[in-house]
C-alpha cells in the first residue's frame, strides 16, 4: 500500500537458520493474534483449501511462527505474472483460477461454525448497522499481501491474523464485506507495469466473488450488489486518508488516484450487474 512509515509498525524477526518468523504484537493485540492463528490454523487444517503458519511458541507478547519457503504475496505474484507485455492467454486463465481458489478459502473461513467459535467476539464499531446474516468472524486485514502462494506447492498461505491497523482496538468480528472490500481494493492498487490493465483486474475480481459465492452458497448478484454499496464508505483508500497516513506526493498520488478511480469504476459495475 501507499501508506507512509509508521514508527509504530510490528516489529518481527526472520530466522531463516531456523525457520521462523518472529512477531511482537502489541499487548492488546496479542491473545487476539494467538487465538485467531491457532483456529486458523486448525481450520486450514481440516478443511485442506489453504495453509496457515503454525504457531511455534508464544511468551510475553513474542509470538513464533513457521516461517513459510518459496511463498510470495499474491500481490507480488500478480505484478510478476501480469506484466503487459508478456501477458499470455494462459497466464490470464492460470490467475482467474487462483483468484477463484482465494475466494473458495476467503468463503471456507466465513462459512466455520466450529473452529472460531470459542472466541470471543470482537466487533467492528463502525458497521453496526450490518445485517445479522452477514456478520461473522473476519480475518479483518484480508488484503492481496497477506495471500501467499506457493507456485511450486499450487498453495495458498493466509497471514497475519492480528487484524488491520486501521482498527484501533481489538476486532475479529464483522460484516463480511470488511474482507472482501479489502481484498478487492488491494487487488485495484496500481503499480506502473500495471497501470493499464483494468479489465484484467475486474476479470480476476469477478473469479474472485464467483468462488467466495460458490463456497458460501450465496448468491452472486446480491453479493455483488451489497460490496458495491460498501466499497465505497468502507475501502483501504478512504480509511488511510482518513486516517492521515496516505502517501499523497508525486507519482504515489498518480497512481493512488488511478487504484482509486478503478476500484470505484469496478463496485458501481457490479452494482449495475455489468
Same mark, same amino acid.
Given at each position: %500500500?501507499?501508506?507512509k512509515?509508521?514508527n509504530s509498525?510490528q516489529?518481527?524477526? *526472520?530466522?531463516?537458520?531456523?525457520?521462523?518468523?518472529?512477531?511482537?504484537?502489541? !499487548?492488546?493485540?496479542?491473545?487476539?493474534?494467538?487465538? %485467531?492463528?491457532?483456529?486458523?490454523?486448525s481450520?486450514?487444517?481440516?478443511?485442506?483449501?489453504?495453509?496457515?503458519?503454525?504457531?511455534?511458541?508464544?511468551?510475553?507478547?513474542?509470538l *513464533?511462527?513457521?516461517?513459510?519457503d518459496?511463498? $510470495?504475496?499474491?500481490?507480488?505474484?500478480?505484478?510478476?505474472?501480469?506484466?503487459? @507485455?508478456?501477458?499470455?492467454?494462459?497466464?490470464?486463465?492460470e490467475?482467474?483460477t487462483l483468484?477463484?481458489?482465494?475466494?473458495?478459502?476467503l468463503?471456507e473461513?466465513?462459512?466455520?461454525?466450529?473452529?472460531?467459535?470459542?472466541?470471543?467476539?470482537?466487533?467492528?464499531?463502525?458497521?453496526?448497522k !450490518?445485517?445479522? +446474516?452477514?456478520?461473522?468472524?473476519?480475518?479483518?486485514?484480508? $488484503? %492481496?499481501s497477506?495471500?501467499?502462494?506457493?507456485?511450486?506447492?499450487?498453495?495458498?498461505?493466509?497471514?497475519? @491474523?492480528s487484524?488491520?491497523?486501521?482498527?484501533?482496538?481489538p476486532?475479529?468480528y464483522?460484516s463480511?464485506? @470488511?474482507?472482501? +472490500?479489502?481484498?478487492?481494493?488491494?487487488l485495484f492498487q496500481?503499480?506502473?507495469? $500495471?497501470?493499464?490493465?483494468?479489465?484484467?483486474?475486474?476479470?480476476?475480481?469477478?473469479?474472485?466473488?464467483k468462488?467466495y459465492?460458490q463456497?458460501t452458497?450465496?448468491?452472486?448478484v446480491?453479493?455483488?450488489?451489497k460490496?458495491?454499496?460498501?466499497v465505497?464508505?468502507?475501502?483501504?483508500?478512504?480509511?488511510?486518508?482518513?486516517?492521515?497516513?496516505?502517501? $499523497?506526493k508525486?507519482?504515489q498520488?498518480l497512481?493512488i488516484?488511478?487504484?482509486?478511480?478503478?476500484? %470505484?469504476?469496478?463496485?458501481?459495475? *457490479?452494482g449495475?450487474?455489468?
Amino acid at each position: %500500500m501507499y501508506v507512509k512509515k509508521n514508527n509504530s509498525t510490528q516489529k518481527t524477526f *526472520i530466522d531463516e537458520m531456523n525457520k521462523k518468523f518472529y512477531k511482537y504484537p502489541s !499487548s492488546w493485540m496479542f491473545d487476539m493474534e494467538l487465538q %485467531m492463528s491457532l483456529s486458523a490454523n486448525s481450520l486450514s487444517e481440516y478443511s485442506g483449501l489453504f495453509h496457515v503458519p503454525e504457531v511455534i511458541g508464544s511468551k510475553e507478547n513474542e509470538l *513464533i511462527f513457521e516461517l513459510l519457503d518459496d511463498n $510470495t504475496s499474491l500481490r507480488n505474484y500478480f505484478v510478476n505474472s501480469s506484466k503487459i @507485455w508478456t501477458l499470455s492467454a494462459s497466464d490470464v486463465k492460470e490467475l482467474e483460477t487462483l483468484f477463484f481458489k482465494v475466494g473458495i478459502v476467503l468463503g471456507e473461513i466465513h462459512s466455520d461454525k466450529s473452529f472460531f467459535s470459542k472466541i470471543e467476539k470482537k466487533r467492528i464499531k463502525i458497521d453496526e448497522k !450490518s445485517n445479522p +446474516s452477514d456478520l461473522v468472524y473476519l480475518h479483518a486485514d484480508f $488484503t %492481496m499481501s497477506n495471500v501467499l502462494y506457493d507456485n511450486k506447492l499450487d498453495r495458498i498461505s493466509i497471514i497475519d @491474523w492480528s487484524m488491520s491497523s486501521m482498527f484501533a482496538y481489538p476486532a475479529n468480528y464483522g460484516s463480511r464485506y @470488511w474482507d472482501l +472490500s479489502f481484498f478487492i481494493s488491494t487487488l485495484f492498487q496500481s503499480s506502473i507495469s $500495471t497501470y493499464f490493465l483494468y479489465n484484467l483486474r475486474e476479470k480476476l475480481a469477478k473469479e474472485f466473488l464467483k468462488g467466495y459465492a460458490q463456497k458460501t452458497e450465496l448468491d452472486l448478484v446480491l453479493i455483488s450488489k451489497k460490496l458495491s454499496k460498501f466499497v465505497p464508505k468502507f475501502n483501504v483508500y478512504k480509511m488511510y486518508r482518513e486516517m492521515g497516513v496516505l502517501e $499523497t506526493k508525486g507519482l504515489q498520488k498518480l497512481l493512488i488516484k488511478n487504484s482509486e478511480s478503478n476500484l %470505484m469504476k469496478f463496485s458501481y459495475r *457490479i452494482g449495475e450487474n455489468l
